[in-house]
Antibody, heavy 123, light 107 residues
Framework: EVLLVESGGGLVRPGGSLRLSCAAS????????MDWVRQVPGKGLEWVGR??????????EYAASVKGRFTISRDESNNTAFLQMNSLKTEDTAVYYC??????????????WGRGTLVTVSS | DIQLTQSPSFLSASVGDRVTITCRAS??????LAWYQQKAGTAPKLLIS???TLQSGVPSRFSGSGSGTEFTLTISSLQPEDCAAYYC?????????FGGGTKVEIK
């Protein structure tokens, strides 16, 4: 069974940093793209960024709203993906989801999601 | 960037009704479109990939259609457990945008 468990959320002041973790199990981690998606409570979904798989050298993509401030990485030995968030703004307040994105039918669809972790940026 | 416009943003329907949600892309995205269902307090769940391929375990009352810039998600006979928000997502190019969502309520 695929399992994704996020951790590391909490309250942080504007300008601060936070690192989220996503512990993965039940599948071959290095084979898969992993994405982060966020959701302001009561609002819609926003794609944050992606790390590709080993075959694609773990390269990354980011949404414009976080590019230069957020960094996605992964630890293959511990099957964990990370979202390092720096220079946080109040508008980064959201629930952050980790997703698995396997390739089929021509694209990488988000077929498994964690439960999410809440990040609150406030003074 | 590709924008996705979902309509309606909210709908209220009765059990057994046929419900249709539309997603329009600002550029041609072929069939690189997914639909997700999100029930209150839970993570989204992938319902449909490649515009029309139903994920394993998803009830057959759900269906997706479309290609290019116009897509639809149809629930053929609305059930109480379908009360949720539904989102489309394009996977043609970065950034991987989501539509604004459609909240479905049972009358």
């Amino acid at each position: 069974e695929v399992l994704l468990v996020e951790s590391g959320g909490g309250l942080v002041r504007p300008g601060g940093s936070l690192r989220l973790s996503c512990a993965a199990s039940g599948f071959t981690f290095s084979d898969h793209y992993m994405d982060w998606v966020r959701q302001v409570p009561g609002k819609g979904l926003e794609w944050v960024g992606r790390t590709r798989n080993k075959v694609n050298s773990y390269t990354t993509e980011y949404a414009a709203s976080v590019k230069g401030r957020f960094t996605i990485s992964r630890d293959e030995s511990n099957n964990t993906a990370f979202l390092q968030m720096n220079s946080l703004k109040t508008e980064d307040t959201a629930v952050y989801y980790c997703t698995r994105a396997p390739h089929y039918l021509g694209a990488h669809y988000f077929d498994s999601w964690g439960r999410g972790t809440l990040v609150t940026v406030s003074s | 960037d590709i924008q996705l416009t979902q309509s309606p943003s909210f709908l209220s329907a009765s059990v057994g009704d046929r419900v249709t949600i539309t997603c329009r892309a600002s550029q041609v995205i072929s069939n690189y479109l997914a639909w997700y269902q999100q029930k209150a307090g839970t993570a989204p769940k992938l319902l449909i990939s490649a515009a029309s391929t139903l994920q394993s375990g998803v009830p057959s009352r759900f269906s997706g259609s479309g290609s290019g810039t116009e897509f639809t998600l149809t629930i053929s006979s609305l059930q109480p457990e379908d009360c949720a928000a539904y989102y489309c997502q394009q996977l043609k190019s970065y950034p991987l945008a989501f539509g604004g969502g459609t909240k479905v309520e049972i009358k």
